[in-house]
C-alpha cells in the first residue's frame, strides 16, 4: 500500500519540488500546507503516514507544529527539514519527536529517510 503524505512548507516551490519527488519514488501526497498552523489542523483531518515539515513557516514554526502533532499523536511520523541546519535545532527536533532531520537544499535524501520508517 502506498504511504501517504503531507507536506507543510510555506514556499509553493518547495512543496511543488518535494511533491514530484515523493510523488516519483511511490509515495502518494494527500495534502499540503503553507504554514504550521494549517499543517497542524491538516493532520488532525487527515492523519498523513508521513509528515514532511519545514521549520521557518508563518503563523506555527515547524518546532511547535511538531510539538502540537506530537501532542496529538505520539505516534506521527514527522521529518523536519530546514536550510537552518544548525546542531541546536537538530537535537531539538528528534527530542519533540521528530524521527529525523534533513537539510535543505538535499531534498533527495527524504526518500531514504521515509523509506527507512516503513521497510
Not at 514556499?11 to 497542524?40: C, M, Q, T
Not at 519545514?54 to 502533532?69: K, W
Amino acid at each position: 500500500m502506498c504511504k501517504t503524505v503531507l507536506i507543510a512548507d510555506d514556499s509553493k516551490f518547495s512543496r511543488n519540488l518535494i511533491r514530484g519527488l515523493v510523488s516519483e519514488n511511490g509515495f502518494k501526497v494527500i495534502a499540503e500546507a503553507a504554514d504550521g498552523r494549517s499543517a497542524v489542523t491538516t493532520y488532525q483531518k487527515k492523519r498523513a503516514d508521513i509528515v514532511l515539515l519545514d521549520l521557518t513557516m508563518p503563523i506555527l514554526n515547524g518546532l511547535d507544529a511538531l510539538r502540537e502533532i506530537i501532542h496529538y499523536d505520539p505516534s506521527a511520523k514527522v521529518i523536519i527539514y530546514s536550510a537552518m541546519g544548525q546542531k541546536r535545532l537538530i537535537i531539538e527536533a528528534l527530542k519533540l519527536g521528530a524521527k529525523d532531520f534533513v537539510v535543505k537544499p538535499h531534498f533527495s535524501e527524504l526518500i531514504p529517510v521515509m523509506r527507512k520508517l516503513f521497510w
